[in-house]
């Protein structure tokens, strides 16, 4: 649901699509890379609150999770298409379940029931969802989830970059033939557990604060006899969302050899199958697994440890189910809101909150969050909230790329598609060439050209140096698109002599902008045909300072989602550029390595002189 939710948010500022081809819109106010991330944060968002009935988690979702760059206006933006897709959710349940359409009152796609103590056990005062006591209970249980979520990643990743290099440089046959294997071994072990291990035990009389009519229909009575009903099976052959209600609300017990059994047998199967090329989820799998874990001590204590009977095992259920969880993605305040939502009980927000942050911090101890380690495993330069500790060192010097790919104002038609076929950035400098300023440790390259300095490798003079003054940066879609439509003039006529094009003319083909090599154009290849980019570049980018500190740079980059940030000196001159690959945690570290390095030697050679 949340990847659908991002797909949709995606595909909405387009207003068009491949398959349908007819369908297209005059309407291009949102066609922006800036206003796509925002629709796809709230896609996202839109997509937690449709599967748990959770607005407000899904808007801390996305801010927590799903996105770099955020704002005021975004959160309520996105709040309220969370809160729209949770009541078009609700109005079409109660139509279609109810048959009473107009009832906002139904849950979300996933319902945990609702966590309270029945009239029976009230009277006799044997029920309790939770006291200060348990809180301590609650911490260690969330310990163990952080080792276990720990676990779990670690595991995830030894068999990601498995298939990183054996099954997706495959054919993909391979990849079919790997979920086939993935969903034969998971359906033998579970008819085998369930078979051979599973425990016959009396139905129960109801579900715990469940009305059902019938309670067959909740469990299965797997190779059992009449009026008993299997715990191993009642877990593997439910749905996942029915068979996390079994552990939250069930009057009946489930023995700790079964529980403990489905843990380990499911945690392998869901830590196997997460990465597949299946649309496989994480987050109800990881509820479920926790569940069993939480009901597993809830057992533990009132059989064997003998601890009070009135304890509530379902409450120990959901601390599980959030232990575990909160162990694999390391979120904290959104999973805390969307479990309240989900549970409609506010009263577990305390041991919910308690229980995630212990789960954090044990885990953080050891390894990242799932999410965290696939997106570095794919390259994904997502920017985290700040930078990492004891970069105040760094300057904007020492992580900018110096690699500069740059163009003129005027520069030849043959130049720029001889450019743009040999590199593969997404935005170049434009410069003007001056006769002020240093230009040491700096180096042209030399396959550029210009109408006005048609050898611009040339830039020194007698007595005096000239430099490369930074006047703006363009796009290479714009570039593109500039060609495709021979917005061009001949090197004998006047600048005048150009043809212009609008912004809609512009950004007619976002997001997927023609490729140069797709271009069918002879002209371009005429050195005689110059293209004045001056009414199309940015001529007031953000900029930085050589000088300027790494984390200055790194909360204007992020506040402002910023995607190119120019390094120029006072005056003018561009040095480097900064994109978020140089701002990425592993890189920034790997600088700060490289530094230290830098001043021991320098150190180690002053003491030596």
């Not at 920017?383 to 990492?388: A, K, N, S, V």
């Amino acid at each position: 649901m949340i990847h659908s939710g991002a797909i949709i948010g995606a595909g909405i500022p387009q207003f068009q699509s491949i398959t349908f081809k007819k369908l297209k819109s005059r309407y291009d106010f949102f066609r922006t890379d800036r206003d796509k991330r925002d629709f796809v944060s709230g896609g996202a968002a839109a997509g937690v609150a449709a599967a748990f009935g959770a607005p407000i988690g899904g808007v801390l979702f996305s801010l927590e999770e799903g996105c770099s760059f955020w704002n005021q206006k975004l959160t309520w933006r996105t709040f309220f298409c969370s809160m729209s897709a949770t009541f078009t959710l609700n109005f079409f349940l109660s139509g279609l379940d109810d048959n009473a359409w107009g009832s906002f009152y139904s849950p979300g796609l996933i319902n945990f029931g609702v966590f309270q103590c029945t009239e029976e056990h009230k009277t006799n005062g044997s029920c309790r969802l939770w006291t200060a006591i348990d809180l301590f209970i609650f911490i260690l249980m969330g310990l163990i989830g952080g080792l276990l979520g720990a676990i779990f990643n670690h595991l995830n990743k030894r068999l990601t970059i498995h298939r990183m290099k054996h099954v997706n440089t495959k054919h993909f046959r391979v990849k079919i033939l790997e979920a086939l294997l993935v969903a034969m071994v998971t359906t033998t072990v579970a008819f085998v557990a369930a078979m051979t291990l599973g425990n016959c035990k009396p139905v129960p009389t109801r579900l715990i604060n469940q009305t059902t009519p019938n309670i067959e229909d909740t469990v299965r009575t797997y190779f059992c006899k009449d009026g008993y009903y299997n715990d191993m099976a009642t877990l593997f052959f439910n749905s996942q969302e029915e068979a996390i209600k079994q552990l939250f609300h069930q009057e009946g017990q489930f023995s700790l050899q079964s529980l403990s059994i489905f843990f380990i047998c499911f945690f392998l199967l869901a830590c196997w199958t997460y990465g597949t090329q299946v649309p496989s989820g994480l987050f109800v799998p990881c509820l479920l697994c926790g569940a069993a874990y939480g009901r597993f001590v809830s057992t533990l204590l009132i059989n064997v440890i003998g601890y009070d009977k009135g304890i509530y095992s379902g409450t120990y259920s959901l601390i599980g189910a959030a232990a575990f969880l909160g162990g694999v993605v390391r979120m904290t305040i959104s999973l805390t809101v969307i479990l309240i939502e989900s549970t409609n009980e506010i009263s577990y927000g305390l041991p919910l909150m308690l229980t995630l942050m212990v789960a954090k911090w044990s885990g953080d101890f050891f390894n990242e969050g799932l999410y965290d380690i696939h997106i570095h495993l794919k390259g994904v330069p997502l920017l985290e909230w700040d930078t990492p500790e004891g970069m105040h060192k760094l300057l904007a010097r020492n992580i900018m790329s110096t690699d500069l790919q740059f163009i003129f104002s005027r520069t030849r038609v043959a130049v720029i598609q001889r450019l743009l076929k040999t590199t593969r950035h997404n935005a170049y400098p434009v410069v003007s060439i001056t006769n002020r300023g240093d230009v040491s440790n700096f180096s042209v390259n030399q396959n550029y050209d210009d109408n006005e300095e048609l050898d611009p490798t040339q830039i020194e003079q007698t007595g005096q140096v000239r430099v490369m003054k930074f006047e703006g940066l363009i796009l290479r879609s714009q570039l593109t698109t500039l060609l495709k439509n021979n917005i061009y003039y001949e090197e004998q006529s006047m600048v005048s002599s150009q043809p212009n094009i609008n912004y809609k003319t512009l950004t007619a083909d976002y997001p997927r902008y023609p490729d140069i090599v797709d271009i069918r154009n002879d002209d371009i290849n005429n050195m005689k045909f110059i293209l004045d980019v001056r009414p199309y570049m940015n001529t007031t980018p953000y900029i930085v300072y050589q000088d300027t500190p790494v984390p200055q740079v790194f909360h204007l980059f992020r506040s402002m989602g910023l995607r190119h940030l120019p390094v120029l000196d006072h005056y003018g001159q561009i040095h480097g550029i900064i994109t978020r690959h140089n701002l990425t945690h592993e890189f920034l570290e790997e600088r700060q390595h490289e530094l230290n390095e830098m001043e021991d030697l320098t150190l180690f050679r002053r003491m030596h002189e």
